[in-house]
T-cell receptor, first 110, second 116 residues
Framework: RKEVEQDPGPFNVPEGATVAFNCTYSNSASQSFFWYRQDCRKEPKLLMSVYSSGNEDGRFTAQLNRASQYISLLIRDSKLSDSATYLCVVVNTGGFKTIFGAGTRLFVKA | SAVISQKPSRDICQRGTSLTIQCQVDSQVTMMFWYRQQPGQSLTLIATANQGSEATYESGFVIDKFPISRPNLTFSTLTVSNMSPEDSSIYLC?????????????FGEGSWLTVV
């Protein structure tokens, strides 16, 4: 079993749609969780951190469920510019072992 | 956050040659990380570069193939030695910052390497 697993997609959605991604992790001692966005032929960039209480940033909502060991990302009112690969990232014990998911590809169509 | 500059941004190299990638950070950091991302794949950690000591390599990566230097707290280099087409990839330098309430990773723009 991979340490971090994501549905690779692709997710093809129309503009304005709501789309959700899930990510599961295997190490219950994992400490920190993030969603990164990677555009084609670009480096990954931090989208948002994920906290146990959940957090929201505009159209984006991230949630963490420690009991079930998964994190989620919800994108509301999708824009064409949201088209990218979304990487789930887990930082494990000690804070220095970082595991990247394989990414979920999103295509938002007009 | 941290600002990371990498160069070269891209290169096309002949097989059997070596290429050194440079990474410069705008602040002092204890650890720098080198990742590889092959086409269509996620990121794989090559090694962790510590200032003043040898780099720590992940399984499947060896110092002879990927020698790393870390002369100070703001700079590191990764060399891809004796390249083959299988080394064609994007190589990413990164650092970890304690901003945003946790350990956040920041990346350089990446070095796109094509081996022919």
């Amino acid at each position: 079993r991979k340490e971090v697993e994501q549905d690779p997609g692709p997710f093809n959605v129309p503009e304005g749609a709501t789309v959700a991604f899930n990510c599961t992790y295997s190490n219950s001692a994992s400490q920190s969780f993030f969603w990164y966005r990677q555009d084609c032929r670009k480096e990954p960039k931090l989208l948002m951190s994920v906290y146990s209480s959940g957090n929201e940033d505009g159209r984006f909502t991230a949630q963490l469920n420690r009991a079930s060991q998964y994190i989620s990302l919800l994108i509301r009112d999708s824009k064409l510019s949201d088209s990218a690969t979304y990487l789930c990232v887990v930082v494990n014990t000690g804070g220095f072992k970082t595991i990247f998911g394989a990414g979920t590809r999103l295509f938002v169509k007009a | 956050s941290a600002v990371i500059s990498q160069k070269p941004s891209r290169d096309i190299c002949q097989r059997g040659t070596s290429l050194t990638i440079q990474c410069q950070v705008d602040s002092q950091v204890t650890m720098m990380f080198w990742y590889r991302q092959q086409p269509g794949q996620s990121l794989t950690l090559i090694a962790t570069a510590n200032q003043g000591s040898e780099a720590t390599y992940e399984s499947g990566f060896v110092i002879d193939k990927f020698p790393i230097s870390r002369p100070n707290l703001t700079f590191s280099t990764l060399t891809v030695s004796n390249m083959s087409p299988e080394d064609s990839s994007i190589y990413l330098c990164s650092v970890m910052s304690g901003a945003s309430g946790g350990n956040t990773i920041y990346f350089g723009e990446g070095s796109w390497l094509t081996v022919v």
